[in-house]
């Protein structure tokens, strides 16, 4: 997963990317990097506040930006790509996973096209340079030739696009700032920094900022918004379809309670993205809620690092003894997907001193990859996907394992019309 931004006639360009990108920071914590006026670019691996320093400030009014987690290309290759294109220079971020990638790759390395890159992403610039028309007509172009997955930022020397797949799959919101526009992933990053009026990119189109806003539609195909930004992925305080995400898994907590009522001493969250169905499931079944695990802040978040998962989990939950100690507890999290993390937590809860470990996972089991950018894994990894919920319990050494249901979630959002693949199989864009 990874999060993007972009501005648009703004004094300081810099500055508000660095702002934006801060407050999009939990979507990729690998690399940071933007591209501002006359394509100058400022890259580097690891946090906003290690690459976008008061060192590096440059003057500018304009700008996109991208924050990295990677699943696909290297670590070496940090967006926003820039390219001497037919159409003049281009500059694009993209946010999402191309699952034909490899077919789009290999059909224009036939025509002659030569890869700068191994991410999938720089199959746009190329798309772009190759079509006919205009700057904005080869823009619409390109978007309309690929299906999934994608919202994207693109700076051109004449204006800023900001555009969203067919089936609206990954986020992607703007509005009007001091005097000219700004985009971002989450509505959250806008709000922080004073927008006032959010509108969502509709999916199937882009929208283009010159002086004024121009929204073009390609196509429109059924609405596929990623669940697993509500379970899991995206800050508490964005709303997506105009669902709070922080009320939508306290929701999600509600109705697990409501599915599978148990008899508990404390319900415990795993810190942070547990915390808020942790809420839910509390108010719903009556069982006081408490910090039985700590976090510590100043470790990576272990789904989105791409190395050493099992290590970083030991060293960054602590269990506090005196508040689980003689306890049943239900432990509640966002999701299961190896399993190694849950394993390890339900071991600390009992070396701790817990009586019961109970686990309750506010989405469904994870039993298909995704291929629309968020790594949760390939299927052979995926523990559900061969394993029943008994045999994921005596895994992960509970004493009871239970998951909402598909449309326990569904209800909990509020939508039916979301992409729920990685729980179903069911892939919008094989449909
Ligand atoms: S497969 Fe899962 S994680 Fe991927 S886009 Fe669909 S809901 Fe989101």
């Not at 800050?235 to 599978?260: I, Q, T």
């Not at 999290?333 to 849950?342: A, E, H, L």
């Not at 045999?391 to 019309?417: C, H």
């Amino acid at each position: 997963m990874c999060g993007i931004a972009g501005v648009w006639n703004v004094q300081d360009a810099f500055s508000v990317l660095h702002d934006l990108l801060l407050g999009l920071q939990h979507r990729g914590q690998e690399s940071a990097g933007i591209v501002l006026n006359n394509f100058r670019v400022l890259k580097g691996r690891g946090l906003v506040e290690q690459v976008l320093t008061e060192e590096n400030w440059l003057e500018s009014e304009r700008g996109i930006g991208h924050v990295r987690y990677s699943t696909a290309g290297s670590l070496e290759e940090i967006q926003p790509l820039v390219a001497f294109t037919k159409k003049g220079k281009i500059a694009i971020a993209h946010n999402g996973t191309i699952p034909d990638a490899e077919a789009w790759i290999r059909s224009l390395q036939e025509r002659g096209a030569v890869f700068q890159s191994t991410l999938d992403s720089e199959i746009f610039l190329h798309l772009i340079s190759m079509s006919s028309g205009d700057e904005k007509e080869a823009i619409v172009e390109a978007l309309k030739r690929v299906k999934a997955a994608y919202s994207l930022v693109v700076l051109h020397e004449g204006f800023l696009a900001a555009a969203r797949d067919p089936y609206g799959i990954r986020p992607l919101f703007y509005g009007k700032y001091r005097g000219g526009f700004v985009v971002a992933s989450e509505d959250s990053a806008l709000k922080a920094i004073g927008v006032e009026e959010i509108k969502e990119v509709p999916r199937g189109s882009v929208v283009f900022f010159e002086e004024g806003e121009e929204v073009v539609e390609f196509e429109k195909r059924e609405e596929r918004f990623c669940s697993f930004e509500f379970i899991y992925f995206a800050r508490p305080d964005s709303s997506f379809l105009g669902e709070n995400v922080h009320k939508a898994r306290c929701k999600m907590g509600e109705e697990l309670f409501a599915e599978n009522p148990i008899e508990a001493d404390l319900v415990i969250p795993v810190l942070d993205s547990g915390l808020s169905g942790a809420l839910g499931f509390s108010r719903a079944s009556g069982i006081p809620l408490d910090v039985g695990l700590m976090r510590n802040r100043y470790m990576g978040r272990s789904f989105i690092m791409p190395v050493n998962r099992e290590k970083i989990v030991k060293k960054k939950l602590v269990p506090i003894g005196d508040v689980i100690k003689g306890k049943r507890v239900v432990v509640i999290d966002d999701s299961i997907v190896r399993g190694t993390t849950m394993s390890i937590i339900v071991n600390i809860l009992r070396e701790a001193g817990a009586k019961e470990v109970h686990v309750g996972i506010h989405s469904p089991p994870v039993r298909y990859p995704c291929y629309y950018g968020i790594d949760t894994a390939r299927k052979q990894e995926l523990v559900a996907s061969e394993k029943d919920v008994e045999e994921v319990k005596r895994l992960v050494n509970a004493d009871s394992l239970f998951y909402l249901s598909l449309e326990g979630l569904k209800r909990a959002i509020g939508r039916s019309e979301l992409c729920v693949a990685c729980f179903n199989g069911e892939y919008p864009h094989l449909k």
